[in-house]
């Protein structure tokens, strides 16, 4: 029987989220990975990951293995590279043990998530694994229908903007047709806050963070805070609409 890493999509944080397949691949799984923070030397951070904490709604702590990512390291491109190589060492070692290992992650295991990274180390630390992904709902989705902003609708393009490099892609995309999303934006809230501003792109936008988690907050981009927002901060700033019911078909 081949050996199966499965990337799983568990959502941006509602357990309910979680799709019944992807239920079902956290379960039938032998073992269940999810990325936990390292600490400044390294180790083990010690705080439960948004993802360890969704997965924990559908299995027993006891098939749950955390391992330590570099998700916070982002300036020494060594000890990043050290700590990926370590992280899909400890993976290829629980895939020698168990047929089927399960990695958890945020959102959408091909969108941005730290799946992609570990799958290209055990594609390489071992090629005969069969690698698999499960999706998962988006922040974007979800803050879409937390808010009532409309996505896209008919013609319009859909633009996906990671703002952890600054807001130069942002503000091309604003000045661009349809609707932009902005993601992992808190560090730079305040230049998307200028970026909206200067392109007329304010009015109908919206941001969020924690969503489907106690501390969650959902705010017209009208009241971006000056100072850094959370680190998963979600923006939509919708196309402009004023052609009517389906204007855009």
């Not at 969704?54 to 006891?62: K, P």
């Amino acid at each position: 029987m081949s050996r199966r890493l499965i990337g799983v999509g568990v959502g941006p944080g509602d357990p309910e989220l979680v799709t019944v397949k992807g239920v079902r691949a956290l379960r039938e799984a032998d073992v269940v990975v999810v990325p936990v923070m390292a600490a400044a030397d390294g180790s083990d951070g010690g705080e439960p990951g948004r993802a360890e904490t969704t997965v924990l709604e559908y299995v027993a702590r006891e098939k749950v293995v955390r391992v330590v990512f570099a998700l916070n390291e982002r300036s020494d491109r060594g000890r990043r590279e050290a700590a990926w190589d370590a992280a899909g060492t400890r993976v290829a070692e629980l895939l020698a043990q168990h047929p089927t290992v399960a990695f958890a992650t945020i959102g959408d295991p091909n969108v941005y998530s730290t799946f992609t990274y570990l799958a290209q180390t055990i594609a390489e630390l071992a090629p005969d694994v069969v690698v698999q992904t499960v999706p998962g709902i988006t922040a974007m989705q979800d803050l879409a229908a937390r808010s009532g902003a409309v996505l896209t609708e008919g013609t319009e393009p859909l633009t996906l903007v990671p703002v952890t490099a600054g807001s130069a892609a942002l503000k091309e995309a604003l000045d661009g047709p349809g609707t932009v999303v902005a993601y992992k934006f808190g560090r730079h809230a305040q230049e998307v806050a200028t970026a909206l501003r200067e392109s007329g792109r304010t009015e109908g936008a919206v941001w969020g963070s924690a969503l489907g988690l106690e501390q969650e907050s959902i705010r017209p981009a009208s009241e971006l805070a000056e100072g850094p927002l959370p680190y998963l901060s979600t923006l939509i700033a919708p196309a402009r609409r004023g052609d009517g019911r389906g204007g855009k078909l």
